[in-house]
């Protein structure tokens, strides 16, 4: 039985490469560490939602590109549901919900794993994880910079560089002022945003053929990008990403536009410097999702961004920016002699107790093939016991990068072994 297409496998360590591609949870966890560690350097909290969602939630906010690519049912209740395909109309759901047991602005980040029903593509999976970092409830265009900050910061943690990616900023209320100076008709400009965000995977005469009825050339609409001079909103952001240090991260690009349709203002991507690889990150102001999700309800700001682990896994591994991954084991006891067992079993006891990654063979096993386990499993320490003609039960310890071996009275072993783990 084979997974679904677009799913992973995620195994506990990397494996050697094969014509299948992999996913390991040593190079998850090293992402998602890197992710919660640095939200929470920048004062956000931790929230998540349900996997699964009325399909409403989706339907009219997202806009058609993700709404078909929606893995969706009917549930025995007869309910319209959907997988949550991103996290946006969740948090902007709860926020409003809750909105009144909160100071504003509040800061929010989660993981969430998001599904989509997307032709396969390098970069593109049908199953994804996702950090999404938002703040609800702020107009100033601080918070903008403070997430852009963020997003600097969590790529930086991750050992890359200015030389290795950059931060297409734009802005949504420079596209809506150039297409209303054009276009009287606002219903259209959604329309239009989608004809620009796929310029670049367009054919120039398909483009050109999408814009004519909307009253646009091609070439005007290449010209207002190649122009890319910060509007007031952007530079205000950009100073304060300067005062930071950060400017060089940062670039003007009108050719970001976003294909979400619920964007209001500033929006961005990152991209890896040398193009190869899909955005890494997306995000923006979207002030009026909350006030549509509510049913006019509850009507705050907000913004967020969202930055995909395949994207990111992809690159890290091609820069050589995975970490060398270690099982951890601070020690594996060697049984060589099976009247030992019990003792050891009480020893092993002691040092999972103490907090110490042990491990030991389940059934008997050769000495040499034991010893080869606890190199395999890249153990800091082995231990064997030993019992002396006088009866008398001792440890014999092994470092195994010296190779030191040491006789230790049973009650210190612990103890030494902790030491040598610090
Ligand atoms: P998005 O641009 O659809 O934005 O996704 C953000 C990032 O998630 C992308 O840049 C990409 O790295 C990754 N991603 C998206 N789809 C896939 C996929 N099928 N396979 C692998 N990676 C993928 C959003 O989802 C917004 N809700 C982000 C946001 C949060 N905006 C405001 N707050």
Redesign the pocket.
């Known amino acids: 039985m084979e997974r679904l297409p677009g799913f992973r496998d995620f195994y506990p360590e990397p494996l050697p490469p094969t014509k299948d591609e992999l996913w390991s949870m040593d190079a998850r966890n090293h992402i998602f560490d890197t992710w919660r560690a640095v939200a929470r350097r920048y004062g956000f909290r931790e929230y998540d939602g349900p996997p699964l969602e009325p399909l409403e939630l989706y339907t009219n906010k997202s806009g058609e590109e993700?709404v078909g690519q929606l893995f969706n049912f009917t549930d025995k209740g007869e309910r319209a549901v959907a997988m949550r395909p991103?996290?946006?109309p969740t948090l902007a759901r709860m926020a409003a919900a809750q909105e009144r047991a909160y100071k504003k602005p509040f800061k929010w980040f989660s993981i969430p794993q998001?599904f989509?029903y997307?032709k396969q593509q390098k970069?593109?999976?049908?199953e994804?994880f996702?950090l999404?970092c938002?703040i609800i409830g702020e107009n100033d265009r601080a918070a903008d910079a403070e997430l852009i900050a963020l997003l600097i910061d969590t790529l930086r943690a991750l050992g890359l560089t200015s030389a290795d990616f950059v931060v297409r900023l734009s802005s949504r209320n420079a596209w809506s002022d150039f297409f209303s100076s054009r276009c009287p008709d606002a219903t259209k400009a959604y329309d239009f945003f989608q004809v620009v965000d796929k310029l670049d995977r367009t054919r120039a005469e398909d483009s050109a053929a999408l814009l004519a009825p909307l009253g646009f050339k091609l070439e005007e609409v290449q010209a207002f990008i190649s122009g890319g001079q910060p509007n007031a909103e952007l530079q205000l952001i950009l100073d304060q990403l300067a005062a930071r240090g950060l400017r060089d991260f940062v670039r003007i690009d009108y050719g970001v536009i976003?294909?979400?349709a619920y964007y209001t203002g500033p929006v961005f991507?990152a991209f890896d410097i040398k193009g190869e690889f899909?955005?890494?990150?997306?995000?923006?102001r979207?002030d009026h999702l909350i006030k549509q999700v509510s049913g006019g309800k509850v009507d705050l700001p907000a913004?967020?961004?969202?930055?995909?682990d395949?994207?990111l896994f992809e690159l890290l591994k091609s820069r050589g920016l995975l970490p060398a991954f270690n099982t951890g084991l601070a020690a594996y006891v060697l049984i060589e002699d099976e009247t030992l067992r019990p003792d050891s079993l009480r020893l092993i006891q002691q040092l999972r107790e103490a907090g110490l990654p042990t491990d030991f063979s389940l059934t008997p096993a050769k000495g040499d093939k034991q010893f080869k386990r606890a190199i395999e499993l890249n153990a800091r320490h082995t231990v064997r016991l030993e019992r002396a003609a006088t009866g008398e039960v001792s440890g014999k310890l092994k470092d195994l990068r010296t190779r030191e071996e040491s006789n230790v009275p049973l009650e210190e072993i612990t103890q030494r072994l902790a030491a040598g783990q610090r």
């Open positions: 993700i991103e996290m946006t998001l989509r997307e970069g593109r999976k049908r994804h996702q999404n938002d976003r294909g979400l991507e899909r955005a890494i990150c997306g995000g923006g979207y913004l967020g961004f969202g930055m995909g395949v994207v």
